[in-house]
């Protein structure tokens, strides 16, 4: 008698398709497994628009406010701060702020200003560093001071790796952080209110 | 198949331990898993100092299951309640609790110890050379494992340096082209590290990573008893047999080197306990002084710095800025022309040498030095790994290379430290140099390996090993 296996090719093919099916099932569960990591539908609620007041930001001053667990600062800018964000111009990585940015950059922050046309002189940026994520800390004396060049004109330094950013949130060139802080969508409800992460294209 | 199954007939007087042995024996091969992997296992009888760390690690890991599993009684991993979990409920109300935390938190800082002296000697005595390549690789994951587990374990205090650190290591994978800031949203699983991420950290660092590192230990214990052990003289001591079948030059495990272990695990617990009870922080090292500010994700505290066993990597990535790229761009140039000129590669690898150097070239010329940062500190890492490969020494063992070899270990050595070092330390222009420098000698160390390993006066290597009695 013959040991030789004979391939029966009915049950071979149920085989294959059983494999088929099982592989199928297999990479579906995997895909849901996957899927569990993205934000819950909490996160994302979370993640709404937040309006705020600016009444109480005087001229120089910054205000903090947090959105999507991120601190947004509100700065309003004096003339004089105003009037040296320009001569940054030739010193700063992405003056017109054209690269592409982790929230896409509005089309009114494509300026050396970063600001919406009605008020010029309020910032409003996402206070994170473009490198490793850390908030950068406010340095807007001028002048010589440690850790900062000499023709300092105020500006933010970023403590865990030393980037730079000028008065608009623009990195400064050859800095560990490769492009300008994000500006978050925003627009104004009236004069002294602001809603962050809205604008008239929609939600971030 | 095998043999019908058969009772082991021990006689009626025979001890109640020799017969439930012989029982089990029957059943599942107790005594032949112990002496195959402990107690006849012959090991070269020359081990030195440099032979106990594997056995350390050994325990230090049980050390941290253990403690780890104690922990989680009281740990809460929810980002409102965690931080007041560690540093109120076990380090205050929990009696014993500092305990236990400081030896798992002072045992994270002794296994990377441990680890690296392990991994040292098998680059002192070439123990990752044929045929134990994959004992090379089997470890080498569980260093990847070990790393992932105290990255993941480091953000559960839910401390400032817990939660900022984290925010920039996740923030890494954002560097990646196209796909980097939905991945880093992917793994946080919210926009800013939170609840979510800790909850996920948490469900790595207390299931999934030990797991895989027990499976992993397995795998290289396994793989190490089949091969048999490396020695400080690099040699086979299976090439010269006694007429019993074991080499000549190896003793059992045990009892010769369970006693030694034993003698070297209480050295390791004098020195381990000293730090548990009286420099838990390390000043600084092993908990950093800003863990113990709970995590407030709108303040980076002024100096994020990781826990001293990353340092080494994260400097190289500092170490990146645009203008280093050029650097790299020339380093890689160089090292592609140098593999026409000395290799002895086919035509076939050449080639593909040179458009991989080009396709590199172009990426760093176009892609910023944020991604590039992120391509060599992985690479500093996983380059490790390939050690295997790149010594081409003919003899394993560093007492039988030329002199100036050692030289270079210390070289490397010396800069692997300085890295570390530059890692806990601010940026400065001066120590950036510094870290660039070491970045190119710690690569170099590598990547030139193929040539220098095999280069000088070799010194003859002995056909059995090298003992003293005492």
Sequence with gaps: MSNEKQVDSGRRGLLVATCAAGGVVGVATAGALVSTFQPSERAKAAGAPVEVDISDVKPGEMKVVEWRGKPVWILRRTPEM?????????????????????????????????SRAEHKEVLVTVGICSHLGCSPSSRFAEGPQPNLPDDWHGGFLCPCHGSTFDLSARVFKNKPAPTNMDIPPYMYLSDNKIVIGKDEKGEA | MGAAFKETKLPANAPAGHKALAWIDDRFPLSKLWNDQWGKYYAPKNFNIWYLFG????????????????????????????????????????????????????????????????????????????????????GFAIFLCLMAEAFFGYLLPWGQMSYWGAQVIVNLFGAIPVIGP?????????????????????????????????????????????????????????EHLGPD????DAIPSHPYYSTKDLFGVSMFLLIFSAVVFFAPEMGGYFLEYNNFIPADSMKTPPHIAPTWYFTPFYSVLRA??????????????????????KSR???????????????????????????????????????????????????????YRPKWHMWLYVLFGLSFIALGYLGTQLPTPAYTLISQVCTLLYFSFFLLMPWWSAAGRFKPVPTRVTFHPH
């Excluded at chain 2, 800013?192 to 230990?217: C, E, K, M, Q, Y």
């Design chain 1, 82 to 114: 105003m009037a040296s964000i320009p001569k940054n111009d030739n010193l700063v990585a992405d003056p017109k702020s054209e690269k592409i940015y982790q929230i896409d950059m509005p089309e009114y922050a494509k300026n050396e200003f970063r």
């Design chain 2, 55 to 138: 056995s350390l690690a050994m325990l230090i890991l049980v050390l941290q299951i253990v403690t780890g599993i104690f922990l989680t009684m009281h740990y809460k991993p929810d980002a409102a309640l965690a931080f007041n979990s560690v540093e109120m409920t076990i380090m205050r109300d929990v009696p014993w609790g500092w305990l236990v935390r400081y030896m798992h938190s002072t045992g994270a800082s002794a296994f990377f110890i441990v680890v690296y002296l392990h991994m040292t000697r098998g680059l002192l005595y070439g123990s990752y050379r044929k045929p134990r390549e994959l004992i090379w690789i089997f």
């Design chain 2, 182 to 238: 939905d991945l880093s949203l992917w793994i946080r699983g919210d926009y800013v590290v939170s609840d979510a991420t800790l909850n996920r950290f948490f469900a790595f660092h207390v299931i999934a990573l030990p797991l895989v590192l027990l499976g992993l230990v397995a795998a290289h214990l396994i793989a190490l008893h089949e091969v048999g052990s490396n020695n400080p003289d690099g040699i086979e001591v299976k």
């Design chain 2, 345 to 399: 590669l086919s035509y076939k690898a050449k080639m593909a040498a040179a458009v991989i150097g080009l396709v590199l070239i172009i990426g760093m010329l176009t892609l910023e030095a944020k991604f590039w940062g992120v391509v060599l500190f992985g690479s500093s890492v996983v380059i490790i790994g390939a050690l295997p490969w790149l010594d081409h020494s003919p003899a394993r063992s560093i007492r």
């Design chain 2, 245 to 248: 079948g074991h080499p000549l």
């Design chain 2, 320 to 341: 990146t800025t645009a203008d280093f790229m050029y650097v790299v761009i020339a380093a890689v140039v160089l090292y592609v022309v140098f593999l026409w000129v």
